[in-house]
């Protein structure tokens, strides 16, 4: 078989069936390709341990186990796989969805904080993409940003990516992974979970999850420390800034979701993640009111004020879809009569022009 970390050709077909077209993504210890399915016509994506990872027990335990989570869950949420086993070189891969799109650690990167209805939505997704894993006995136990995928469309879709830390959770069956060690990313690991504990269950990745939504609000995840005990410190004492000191347009039921989620004690979280999706939803749904109310017909020109008979403006609520300050009522200004070519916007709360979101799948 080819070196699957240089396929100088990109004509060249792996194992007499995959058809490489280009590398889409890299990772610590694999490489995801575009390639064409030879014996379906299938177009899709192709994950491969990198050459150097191939004889790593460890490696091809993690892609064997990713692999074997995902010919038992599907979901809109969670990325499909078309196949999944092993090449005719013995090494282990997985056939995908191409997807198209960014995950969610670059758009944070490039938009910094974003829009409260946009993070609620994106993390309530997540969590349906989880509650269906779980309810299949597979806990994720690496959820962060870069594992939830944006798929580029008018509306916001996400999907779950790499169950490659995963372990399975039902009666009688044992870790995949061995007890004692803390696999993760430690910025988004439970307390339990960074010590390695033997009994990690599905709150881990309830705790994974209101990292992530903070994250998505703030810009950094609410732990932040030099060292990994400096670190399991603050998750310890759960210290950190609350959402609603760093920005005031955050309600307090948005303050109580992630405060709920992030208990160092597993017990005081939500004990299941279908529980944390519907105050997820609930909350979406309310600030989405607000977004449904306006009536847009046009654009006022700042010569000319809204007809007598329009309602009053109101200044922003703030707990709208905005990450900007509230809005200031403008000055009263002399009446004049609008000319045939103006239009007006009738509206009953003012809200920034934002990319509408659409509703939860």
Do not use: W
């Not at 403008?330 to 022009?353: F, Q």
């Amino acid at each position: 078989m080819p070196n699957a970390e240089d396929f100088s050709d990109l004509s060249e077909v792996v194992s007499g069936r995959f058809r490489m077209r280009r590398l889409v993504a890299f990772g610590g210890m694999a490489n995801i390709y575009e390639v064409e399915d030879l014996q379906t016509g299938r177009a899709g994506a192709l994950k491969l341990l990198k050459a150097r990872f191939r004889n790593v027990p460890d490696a091809v335990e993690r892609l064997s186990r990713e692999a074997a989570c995902a010919t038992q869950i599907s979901d809109p949420h969670i990325v499909e796989t078309f196949d999944a086993g092993r090449l005719s070189s013995g090494e282990p891969f997985l056939f995908m969805e191409l997807l198209n799109g960014e995950p969610l650690d670059r758009v944070i990167s490039r938009r910094g904080r974003l829009p409260i209805n946009e993070s609620v939505e994106i993390v309530a997704q997540a969590a349906q993409g989880l509650a269906v894993a779980h309810a299949a006995d597979i806990l994720h136990r690496d959820i962060k940003p870069a594992n939830l995928f944006l798929v580029a469309g008018p509306k916001t879709h996400v999907k779950l990516l790499d169950f490659g830390v995963s372990k399975l959770l039902g009666a009688g069956q044992h870790s995949m992974t061995k007890e004692g060690l803390a696999l993760g990313t430690f910025s988004y690991m439970p307390p339990e979970q960074m010590m390695g504990a033997k009994r990690v269950d599905a709150r881990a990745d309830i705790y994974a999850l209101g990292v992530v939504l903070y994250q998505c609000l703030v810009g950094n995840p609410p732990f932040v420390a030099k060292s990994i005990p400096a670190l399991s410190n603050m998750m310890a004492q759960n210290d950190y800034v609350r959402v609603s000191k760093l920005r005031p347009d955050a309600p307090a039921e948005l303050d109580a979701i992630v405060d709920r989620s992030l208990r160092a004690d597993p017990r005081e979280r939500y004990a299941g993640v279908r529980e944390f999706r519907d105050d997820l939803l609930r909350l979406h749904r309310r600030c989405s009111s607000f977004m449904h109310r306006t009536v847009s017909i046009g654009d006022t020109p700042s010569s000319a004020p809204p007809p007598a008979s329009t309602a009053p403006r109101a200044t922003l609520d703030p707990r709208l879809n905005s990450s900007r300050p509230p809005l200031q009522p403008e000055r009263p200004r002399p009446m004049t009569r609008a000319t045939p070519g103006n239009k007006a916007s009738v509206v009953e709360t003012i809200v920034p022009r934002t990319r509408r979101q659409g509703p939860l799948s």
